[in-house]
Every structure is written in structure tokens, then in C-alpha cells.
């Protein structure tokens, strides 16, 4: 398995600097984030995005996956539109930079509308949405994220789409944890369909507040090991990204100590499986 970090963990660096530390560091390669046009947007022109791309490719990086935030369950038609368009674009500049996949959210469903509808609104958006982007060789990656986080959901979702070539998950584990997914149960009911991994540590956050406090890779209750021995398992080479959320979370260690952290600690957790 491969080592990538989400630039979500360092908005303060621009571009240059996330190239020369994942290679610093040892990454195989980076997870790049849309947001606000911190470090890569829809509206770069052809030149921009061939200069991204050969900023990590000159240093033996793979832009795997870029993530985006489109979302799905609205019942407001002109808003999943509008979705539906910019997961094309965001599968577009995932193609000029080399990437293998894009990523989406479903989102949190309105008031009054039952799973079922939802997952329905889900599938059927996305699927208009997959056809589009299928010629391009870019793959739609779920996350495991919001009331969408059990893996039981977003494989309804799928299905409810079509199971179309080109729609596939990405595997946030703390989601999954805590909804009571245990590691193997996730992969025996998704394994086949994940194709990119967040890996983070954590440990219970205070009462009334969020469910968990985010820490270093190793220093918290995550399953970590039994995450990557359950992916081990069922044959998955991929990424196990760090997303380590930095930017929504100012109070965190800083990536310079967060991302070669992560680094040691994996590559001697990885080595434990051959």
C-alpha cells in the first residue's frame, strides 16, 4: 500500500511546498483539495494545470485524488444540477492533473425526507453524473461521510445508480467507526468497490461536543492496524491517505510534524504485513 496526505492538513503551504515536502517525507504521492482556490480550482487554464502536474511528477508524486464537495440529496432539482455540473468539472481538472479519481460527498438529507428517497435522489443524480465523466477515465469516489457514513448506505447508493463502471468509494475510517462498523465488516460489504483510503487517530471528544478529538497517527483509539489488516486482506494496494484536518481545526499539530509522523508510522505498521 501507498502513502498520500490530503492538503486539507496544510493550508498554509502553497503548492510548491506540498510538492517538496511529500517528497521530503517520503509520500508516494498527495490527495488535492478544491477549496476556495487554495491550492487548485476549476477555473486554472491549461497551462496552470500542466504546471501542477509536472510540479509532483517531476518529484515522482502521483496526484491520486482530488477532492471536491459536491453533494446530492437535495430535493431542489437546479441545486443537483448544479452538482452534477461541478463534479464534471472537478473531474476535468482530475484529468489534466493526472488523477485517477474525484472525490463526493451525498450530504445530509432536508427535513422530512425519509433514507429511501434520499438514497434514491443519490443514485439517480449520480448516474446522470458518472455517464458524463466516464469518457474522461476518472473515477467518482463516495466518501464515507455525514448520514451517509455506513458502508451499507453508500452501497444502496451504488446500486441504486446502476452499479456503473466509474462510481466507486472512498473509505473514511473514522466515519465508519463510529457508526459501529467494524473494519471488516466495512470491507466484506464495500471491499470491492474501495479505492482510496482516510486513515486519521483520534481520541473521545468532550461531552456535549464532537464525538472525537483528532491526534497524531498511533496516540489515539482508532483501529488503525485493524483497518489496514482488514484492506490487507481482501487484496487492496492502494492509498491510505492522512487527512488530517488542519484547516478546520486551527489547534492541531502542524503538518511539518503531522505528515513525516504519519510516514513512520505506517511504514513500520506496513512492514508487519509482508
Known amino acids: 500500500m501507498k502513502l498520500s496526505f490530503s492538503t486539507l492538513g496544510c493550508p498554509d503551504w502553497n503548492l510548491t511546498m506540498v510538492a517538496e515536502r511529500a517528497a521530503e517525507y517520503g509520500y508516494d504521492g498527495v490527495e488535492l483539495l478544491i477549496r476556495g482556490g487554495i491550492h487548485i480550482d476549476t477555473a486554472m487554464n491549461a497551462a496552470e494545470r500542466k504546471q501542477v502536474s509536472e510540479l509532483f511528477s517531476s518529484r515522482n508524486l502521483e496526484i491520486r485524488s482530488v477532492s471536491g464537495y459536491t453533494k446530492f440529496v437535495s430535493s ?136 472525537h478529538q483528532y491526534v497524531l497517527a498511533g496516540e489515539g483509539i482508532m483501529p488503525i492496524r485493524e483497518n489496514v489488516e482488514a484492506l490487507h486482506a481482501i487484496g487492496y494496494y492502494g492509498y491510505l491517505s492522512l487527512e488530517w484536518e488542519k484547516m478546520w481545526y486551527p489547534d492541531l499539530e502542524g503538518p511539518s510534524i503531522a505528515f513525516p509522523h504519519f510516514v513512520k508510522v505506517m511504514r513500520e505498521l506496513l512492514a508487519t504485513l509482508r
Open 76 to 211: 431542489d432539482k437546479n441545486e443537483l444540477e448544479r452538482n452534477i455540473q461541478q463534479l464534471r468539472l472537478n473531474a476535468e481538472l482530475a484529468h489534466d492533473l493526472g488523477a485517477s479519481y474525484v472525490r463526493t460527498f451525498i450530504g445530509e438529507p432536508s427535513s422530512g425526507v425519509d433514507n429511501a428517497e434520499a438514497i434514491a435522489r443519490a443514485g439517480e443524480s449520480l448516474a446522470t453524473a458518472v455517464q458524463t465523466i466516464a469518457p474522461l477515465g476518472v473515477e467518482v469516489i463516495i466518501e464515507t461521510h455525514d448520514h451517509f457514513s455506513a458502508a451499507e448506505a453508500i452501497a444502496a447508493i451504488i446500486h441504486k445508480a446502476g452499479n456503473p463502471k466509474g462510481l466507486a468509494v472512498l473509505w473514511d475510517t473514522v466515519h465508519t467507526h463510529h457508526v459501529g462498523e467494524k473494519p471488516q465488516e466495512v470491507c466484506e460489504r464495500i471491499g470491492s468497490l474501495i479505492r482510496h483510503v482516510h486513515l486519521k487517530d483520534a481520541v473521545p471528544g468532550k461531552p456535549g461536543g464532537k464525538p
